[in-house]
């Protein structure tokens, strides 16, 4: 008997997402769909980079390129949420340690 692993659903930052999506290359947009998919589906910490964000339980980052991160959450069980997209420069990202 073969037993399923159940994926995560998107649940917070849609929005965020949206508005970021409609400005970004079609390269960045691929990247960034490809490890929501990781994230979705379990494999996230195997496939990417991801620091732990130290200040909050359950947020992480996702090194998807060299120039774009991703901040994710685990806010209620068998979700996800979308916190933040953006460069490592830009964003909430120095008190972050690699988990």
Same mark, same amino acid.
């Given at each position: 008997?073969? $037993?399923?692993?159940? *994926?995560? *659903?998107?649940? +917070? /930052?849609?929005? =965020? +997402? ?7 290359? =079609?390269? !960045?947009?691929?990247? +960034?769909?490809?490890?929501? %998919?990781?994230?979705? !589906?379990? #494999? ?9 964000? @130290?200040?909050? @339980?359950?947020?992480? %980052?996702?090194? @998807? $390129? ?6 994710? #959450?685990?806010? $209620?069980? /068998?979700? %996800?949420?979308?916190?933040?997209? /953006?460069?490592?420069? !830009? /964003?909430?990202? #120095? &008190?972050? &340690?690699?988990?």
């Amino acid at each position: 008997m073969t $037993r399923e692993r159940r *994926r995560l *659903r998107l649940s +917070l /930052g849609m929005a =965020q +997402l949206e508005e970021w999506a409609a400005t970004a290359g =079609q390269a !960045d947009k691929n990247a +960034l769909y490809k490890m929501l %998919f990781a994230v979705a !589906d379990g #494999s996230v910490f195997r496939t990417y980079k991801v620091l732990d964000d @130290v200040q909050k @339980v359950g947020e992480f %980052f996702v090194l @998807v $390129r060299e120039d774009l991160v991703v901040k994710v #959450s685990f806010p $209620r069980p /068998g979700t %996800f949420g979308v916190l933040y997209i /953006g460069s490592p420069a !830009d /964003g909430p990202f #120095s &008190d972050a &340690d690699a988990a």
